[in-house]
């Protein structure tokens, strides 16, 4: 009878064990996928992610299959798991989607913001215009920081909760695909410029202003976006670099007309 419980205990010991990982590399995966630094279309190495966790293949199968679940990686037959890729033409209309939502957010902040978060507001398009100015690597990733901040301010300050959960989420879903257009430092500038634009709206309490420029700031990074992923549809993920995405950026952004 002792042996037996014993072996119950140690079963269920080993289970909680293997969830408690599975659930580990999980929220890892999950949180380098939304972030951008998996790339979509990257391929998921299951042997070294098993080295690198240091666990067998099981927790890591079961962590998989959740991402496959939540549609953030898709498993290919004969090549094995990879970053889940989403067509452009979708990618399209969840950024008209995105577009309306934000709006909205910005239009309710801007009757409904307290002083603190107007103030938050302020710093955030302050943070990315310094990241803007730097023109570097490491200045582009914390402008990516910094204008994910500032969304989600507007997010929280339409005081709608349902209204924030559903931007929030498909704000992160998109994620990836964002950080395409930003790996483009002329276009982090202008990003930087629309920022201010919402915000004066924001703080001179303007909502109908407001809610335009957020949806023309959404409107351009979406074209823009769409553009680059275009481009890159058939170049090797494995193979892409920070040089190729900010090159696909530069010939994506609109040209400005000469003055004769």
């Not at 970053?83 to 902040?109: D, K, N, T, W, Y």
């Not at 351009?220 to 190729?244: F, M, P, Q, Y």
């Amino acid at each position: 009878m002792r042996e037996h419980a014993k072996s119950s205990n140690a079963a269920r010991a080993s289970s909680a064990e293997r969830t408690s990982s599975a659930g580990t590399i999980y929220k890892h995966l999950e949180r380098e996928i939304l972030s951008g630094r998996l790339l979509p279309g990257m391929s998921l190495n299951e042997v070294a992610l098993a080295e690198q966790f240091g666990v067998s293949k099981t927790p890591l199968r079961e962590a998989l299959l959740q991402l496959a679940a939540v549609n953030l990686i898709e498993f290919r037959p004969r090549q094995g798991a990879f970053v889940a890729e989403i067509p452009v033409s979708r990618i399209s209309q969840m950024f008209e989607v995105m577009i309306g939502l934000e709006a909205h957010c910005a239009s309710l902040s801007t009757e409904r913001m307290t002083m603190v978060e107007r103030k938050a507001l302020a710093r955030a398009a302050k943070e990315c215009d310094s990241w803007a100015d730097k023109g570097t690597e490491a200045g582009v990733d914390r402008f990516f920081d910094a204008d994910n901040a500032f969304h989600q301010i507007i997010f929280e300050g339409s005081h709608n909760a349902y209204l924030q959960e559903v931007a929030s989420n498909l704000h992160d879903r998109l994620t990836p695909y964002r950080r395409y257009r930003l790996q483009s430092p002329s276009r982090v500038k202008v990003s930087a410029e629309e920022h201010h634009r919402i915000l004066d709206a924001v703080l001179s309490g303007d909502a109908e202003r407001a809610a335009a420029e957020t949806h023309t700031h959404g409107t351009i990074e979406s074209a823009l976006l769409c553009d680059i992923v275009s481009s890159l549809t058939h170049s090797k993920v494995e193979g892409l670099t920070r040089e190729k995405l900010i090159t696909a950026g530069e010939k994506a952004l609109p040209r400005k007309a000469s003055h004769r």
